[in-house]
């Protein structure tokens, strides 16, 4: 099977951190549970690279990943599973890599939006930065991750768990532990993983 795609934008520097960590997470859980998986970054190429967009990608086996990705890889084709999204801003602005954030994704992914805007303000953003001629139709989920802590990766990697099932959740928690967060940052993952909310919702050009 074809291994799954979960791919996290942010503002370089001041995001970047907790965009490697979701991916981070999310590749340490799947191999704990006995699958192939790999994560690895990529900036827009730019001499100053605060705010400057930025894409971070996990790549889970289901189990086993038939060829391993090769260093600084820009994927091709319509094979993300997942986009999260830890800037709601990046919904109507392009990057190098990507000119918008539905570039690549497939038609039924899951988004994870780290905002305090409303969903319907969400949906409405989406349709305003869709390309022409394409419509998604998905689950999505909008949280305040700063809320849980002040890494938002741990509750938008939670929400990438509850919208998609890429892992378990306690595959999740076992990750922590083998990287090392601390201890009570476990119960701050499954907070948020009980309290997110994942929606349908469709959006055309």
């Known amino acids: 099977m074809e291994p799954i795609w979960v791919t996290t934008h942010c503002r370089g520097v001041v995001q970047s951190g907790s ?3 979701v991916a981070r997470f999310l590749a340490t859980a799947a191999s704990i549970e006995g699958r192939d998986a790999y994560f690895y970054m990529r900036y827009d190429d730019a001499p100053e690279r605060v705010y400057v967009p930025f894409i971070s990608y996990a790549i889970l086996g289901r ?8 260093e600084e890889l820009e994927p091709i084709g319509e094979i ?5 999204l830890l800037d709601s801003a990046l919904m109507i602005t392009g990057t190098s890599q990507r000119a918008s954030i539905f570039d ?4 039924s992914a899951a988004i994870v939006v ?15 930065g869709i390309p022409p001629g394409m419509g998604w139709k998905g689950k ?3 949280l305040t991750a700063s809320k849980y802590d002040r890494d938002v990766a741990i509750a938008c990697s939670a929400a990438v768990v509850k919208a ?3 892992v378990e959740i306690e595959s999740l928690g076992k990750a922590f532990e083998q990287i090392r967060v601390p201890k009570e940052k476990e119960d701050i993952l499954k907070r948020a993983y009980n309290e997110v909310e994942v929606k349908p919702a469709e959006v055309s050009a």
């Open 19 to 21: 965009a490697m960590n």
């Open 63 to 70: 189990p086993k990943i038939d060829e391993g990705p090769p």
């Open 80 to 84: 993300f599973d997942t986009t999260v």
């Open 104 to 107: 690549g994704m497939k038609p």
């Open 114 to 128: 780290n905002s305090s805007l409303p969903l319907g303000k969400i949906i409405e953003l989406l349709k305003g």
């Open 140 to 142: 999505i989920a909008v």
């Open 164 to 166: 998609t099932n890429a």
